[in-house]
């Protein structure tokens, strides 16, 4: 990796985007079910992320569920003309919380719906079809009828590009025959490495790779050598991973999630550390000492 700032903004849906997005997730409540314990703070949140430059924003109608999506119309509408949205699709909750696959092309449309209405949009920017088949990491199996779903709707103007989620390169090699792709969401970190080769194969068709999980599989000793890298340099510990991740490939938008305003401007700040040759080396040492563990934490982006 040359010891150089990363590129500050890569193309999203036709729109260069900043690099640094925002994750919704954690706008919703304890276990991302019911509201929030502090509605006027996931408000401010949302506006000052926007202050901050962002203008990305992942989230799905799952998330609360619907809550999420409520508060960023309530925070956002009417958007601004460079705001990305990006929702996902794939699942639902019942009544206590639990995450179901919803993947039949009724629950497919469904979602869409109410992703517009909860958004109050017309059109949806990007949708990811979040594929459920292993809920921690990717599984093969089809996603043909799901994906033609997606592009029907896409023809009758309701979505306007497609993404996909928790995928493998074969999956998403068969989305591809039925629509362009502009994005894969998928688990990877410092330590989770399984898609290296999958991420320098997207960015060289100008796919956005968009990591979840920033700090999620993380061993105690892994941990413990991250955080202490991290005092040594004087920032933080999600600071230091996720400028690590700018600087893996050019494709990489971020999406780290928070609910307060100060872990907000720390995780923004974190595109400007310059990391030198000696700590990216100490980086990937620790990424080398991974065993690619896979299921990521509770608080992480999913």
Known sequence: MPNRKPAPTYELAGRQVNRMGYG??????????????DRAQAVAVLREAMTLGVDHIDTSDFYGPHVTNQIIREALHPYAENLTIVTKVGAVRDDKGAWLPALEPADIERAVQDNLRNLGLDALDVVNLRIMGDVHKPAEGPVEKQV???????????????GISNATAAQIAAAQRIVPIVCVQNHYNLVHRADDALIDALAAQCIAYVPFFPLG??????????????????????????????????????????????????????????????????????????????????????
């Open 24 to 37: 919704a997730m954690q706008l919703a409540g304890p276990g991302v079910f019911g509201p929030p314990r």
């Open 148 to 162: 033609e779903t997606l592009a029907r709707l896409r023809e009758r103007g309701l979505v306007r590009n497609v």
């Open 217 to 302: 599989g993380f061993s105690p000793i892994q941990s413990s050598a991250l955080s202490s890298l991290a005092a040594r340099l004087e920032v933080t510990p999600m600071a230091l991973a996720l400028a690590w991740l700018l600087r893996r490939s050019p494709n990489i938008l971020l999406i780290p999630g928070t609910s307060t305003l100060a872990h907000l401007r720390e995780n923004v700040a974190a595109a400007r550390l310059d990391l030198t040759d000696a700590v990216l080396a100490e980086l990937d040492a620790i990424g080398r000492e991974s065993g690619d563990t896979g299921a990521g934490s509770a608080n992480a982006h999913a």
